[in-house]
């Protein structure tokens, strides 16, 4: 993070997201990574094993460095420990997923019957689409709706990607839509684009998503709520529960939510 953005250029702990999780009635959250780091992924599993709240981490690893292969082993035997998420979208090579130097790491995620989560931009589609052809037994989810450039109003590119994704058989998250937006967004801007999103994927393969701390640069966790609640507002109730928990806990495997 960097250090001239004050909103999130600081420490965020559990006793932060308490009062967010009880106004909004939400029992257990997944913690993902924020920095390319062993050590946060270490720092995350501790904060897991100290917060009955915390049900699992999606931690990173060096996919460019075969020798982590063991600490993958060592991570997926912690109980709390889900999956992996590289940077994808932070990357040079847009087609960085595809390298075959980076090969044995997706192999491992399928080994260890791990997940992945793909947190990548539009211009990322067709590399993804190729990634989850080559594993389709991977369980993979695309982060922040895959990240619609919502406030350059690139509609199409992403609207046709997301189609495409969608007959993967992989999840996504409806999360991160108002930090694409401009500082003076309207909620009713992201009905186009949740609207497409359960269209393709459906409700059972949509999960909502806080994008907390990093929503803050928007809205605060309940506004961004609240706005996810009207999104979703014409959905059946059994589509609605889907994505405010049975989804997440279907992909992830979160067996004490999954029968919530």
């Known amino acids: 993070m960097k250090p001239d953005d004050p909103v999130i250029w600081r420490a965020y702990g559990p006793a932060d997201l308490t009062p967010c999780l009880a106004a909004a009635k939400i029992e257990k959250t997944v913690l993902v990574q924020a920095a390319p780091t062993l050590q946060e992924t270490e720092y995350l599993l501790g904060l897991a094993d100290a917060t009955p709240f915390v049900a699992g981490v999606v931690g990173w690893i060096d996919f460019e460095d075969p020798k982590q292969h063991q600490s993958i082993k060592r991570l997926a035997a912690h109980p709390k420990f889900l999956g992996l998420r590289p940077m994808i979208q932070n990357l040079p090579d847009d087609a960085w997923m595809l390298r075959a130097d980076v090969q044995w790491a997706f ?82 801007t992201l009905r186009r684009y949740s609207d497409h999103i359960l269209a393709c994927f459906g409700a059972e393969r949509v999960m909502w998503g806080s994008d907390w701390p990093v929503c803050r640069k928007r809205c605060d966790y309940d506004r961004w709520v609240a706005i996810a609640q009207h999104l979703t507002d014409d959905l059946s109730a059994p589509e609605q529960d889907m994505v405010w928990g049975k989804s997440a806990a279907a992909f992830y495997r979160l067996k004490e939510t999954a029968n919530d």
């Open 107 to 188: 192999a491992a995620i399928c080994d260890l019957d791990l997940t992945f989560d793909g947190l990548g931009f539009p211009r990322h589609i067709p590399y993804f689409i190729q990634l989850i052809d080559r594993y389709p037994q991977m369980r993979t989810v695309l982060d922040h709706g895959l990240k619609p450039q919502i406030k350059d109003k690139d509609w199409q590119t992403w609207a046709d990607g997301i189609a495409s994704l969608s007959e993967t058989g992989a999840y996504i998250k409806l999360s991160g839509l108002v930090t694409e937006c401009g500082a003076d967004f309207e909620p009713q």
